[in-house]
T-cell receptor, first 114, second 113 residues
Framework: DSGVTQTPKHLITATGQRVTLRCSPR?????VYWYQQSLDQGLQFLIQ???????AKGNILERFSAQQFPDLHSELNLSSLELGDSALYFC?????????????FGPGTRLTVT | AQSVSQHNHHVILSEAASLELGCNYS??????LFWYVQYPGQHLQLLLK??????LVKGIKGFEAEFIKSKFSFNLRKPSVQWSDTAEYFC???????????FGKGTRLSVIA
């Protein structure tokens, strides 16, 4: 157990819908990262938050957004869902926002868009 | 653009065989290198990491990796694999400062008795 929790574990929804994925970082960690893992693209970085502020952005679609709340949990919002958004979404957390800090990964949320 | 290549998609080994998984990266500047493992049904865990110093890095569970700067490689090795090493292995790289991790597509290792 990494100490990072993600809910829900599985999500099945229809095209065009909107979903919210939730992540609670390890106690004391200030940085939260979101990744998407798909068969064709592999594990891709989406976005990072540090202490409530957006810190780095990767290949995140405009239909996707995220935020980190004062209690440091984070939510990833996916809207106007398409079949291609079906993937495993991982959250990771680290103590701070430098490249040296180990990232601890959650168990992931498997999203299926039908 | 930064990229990581893991040339072996699926490796099948017998128990006690030696393991070497290849990882090559394309990244300008100073690099930090990582190997993560994902056991079936579990989250990604860090096996080992290289930031600087001795290019031969030892990690958990008997794994080690060697950073060869001239070859842009960071191969993972284990002298004798066990059935419990069956998992997916990911190589990743980032740079100095606060740069995102770039992952390879992973290598699935199956260890058979």
């Amino acid at each position: 157990d990494s100490g990072v929790t993600q809910t829900p574990k599985h999500l099945i929804t229809a095209t065009g819908q909107r979903v919210t994925l939730r992540c609670s970082p390890r106690s004391g960690d200030l940085s939260v990262y979101w990744y998407q893992q798909s068969l064709d693209q592999g594990l891709q970085f989406l976005i990072q938050y540090y202490n409530g502020e957006e810190r780095a952005k990767g290949n995140i679609l405009e239909r996707f957004s995220a935020q980190q709340f004062p209690d440091l949990h984070s939510e990833l919002n996916l809207s106007s869902l398409e079949l291609g958004d079906s993937a495993l979404y991982f959250c990771a957390s680290s103590l701070s926002d430098g490249s040296f800090y180990e990232q601890y990964f959650g168990p992931g949320t498997r999203l299926t868009v039908t | 653009a930064q990229s990581v290549s893991q040339h072996n998609h699926h490796v099948i080994l017998s128990e006690a065989a030696s393991l070497e998984l290849g990882c090559n990266y394309s990244y300008g500047g100073t690099v930090n290198l990582f190997w993560y493992v994902q056991y079936p049904g579990q989250h990604l865990q860090l096996l080992l990491k290289y930031f600087s110093g001795d290019p031969l890095v030892k990690g958990i569970k008997g794994f080690e990796a060697e950073f060869i700067k001239s070859k842009f490689s960071f191969n993972l090795r284990k002298p004798s694999v066990q059935w419990s090493d069956t998992a997916e292995y990911f190589c990743a790289v980032n740079g100095a400062g606060n740069t995102p991790l770039v992952f390879g597509k992973g290598t699935r290792l199956s260890v058979i008795a």
